[in-house]
T-cell receptor, first 113, second 112 residues
Framework: GAGVSQTPSNKVTEKGKYVELRCDPI?????LYWYRQSLGQGPEFLIY????????DSGLPNDRFFAVRPEGSVSTLKIQRTERGDSAVYLC???????????FGSGTRLTVV | GQQLNQSPQSMFIQEGEDVSMNCTSS?????WLWYKQDPGEGPVLLIA?????ELTSNGRLTAQFGITRKDSFLNISASIPSDVGIYFC????????????FGKGTKLTVNP
């Protein structure tokens, strides 16, 4: 597609449930990033993929968070045993390798109740 | 972790006025970028800076990469109502790393 697509746009889940957030990057972009944005803050880095492999997952807050990109295109961010503190907008971005000016999607707003 | 200090936090200006905002860091950055975010949308890249001292323009926007590599500023000239939004600076401070550190943003309000 023309841009980075994220689904769903909104997700409300109960504390303790499992959620999956999907990202479709721009076709041909080998680099894919996940960021988390809390209210009133800038985006915070979670994980970066180059192709199928996670090149840097140093931003994942704990082992409840996991992300995959099995075919080097679509990525899924998975959160287990969700907590209220996980509520935020989860942003996905993609770029050509080595270019920092990446293109962001509109995000998934996750609310844990 | 590494933080960027972005100021001011918010600005209220009249249409037609010029705007200036800046970002500082305690560490040296290799790349500085400026993004704009509208409500319900992801950040959109405005300007990317790659060399110390670099001054780059994009229409009414001008940004500079500080000589010390620890700061950057963004100027908007002759503001218009559609300039409303949150402006973020971001940088890459770990040479070779693809991840960015973002500031907390400057919220701009333009009164017609």
């Amino acid at each position: 597609g023309a841009g980075v697509s994220q689904t769903p746009s909104n997700k409300v889940t109960e504390k303790g449930k499992y959620v999956e957030l999907r990202c479709d990057p721009i076709s041909g972009h080998t680099a894919l990033y996940w960021y988390r944005q809390s209210l009133g803050q800038g985006p915070e880095f979670l994980i970066y993929f180059q192709g199928t492999g996670a090149a840097d997952d140093s931003g994942l807050p704990n082992d409840r968070f996991f992300a995959v990109r099995p075919e080097g295109s679509v990525s899924t961010l998975k959160i287990q045993r969700t907590e209220r503190g996980d509520s935020a907008v989860y942003l996905c971005a993609s770029s050509l390798s080595g270019f920092h000016g990446y293109t962001f999607g509109s995000g998934t707003r996750l609310t844990v109740v | 972790g590494q933080q960027l200090n972005q100021s001011p936090q918010s600005m209220f200006i009249q249409e037609g006025e010029d705007v200036s905002m800046n970002c500082t860091s305690s560490s040296i950055f290799n790349t500085w970028l400026w993004y704009k975010q509208d409500p319900g949308e992801g950040p959109v890249l405005l300007i990317a800076l790659y060399k110390a001292g670099e001054l780059t323009s994009n229409g009414r926007l001008t940004a500079q990469f500080g000589i010390t590599r620890k700061d950057s500023f963004l100027n908007i000239s002759a503001s218009i109502p559609s300039d409303v939004g949150i402006y973020f600076c971001a940088g890459d401070y770990q040479g070779g790393s693809e991840k960015l550190v973002f500031g907390k943003g400057t919220k701009l309000t333009v009164n017609p």
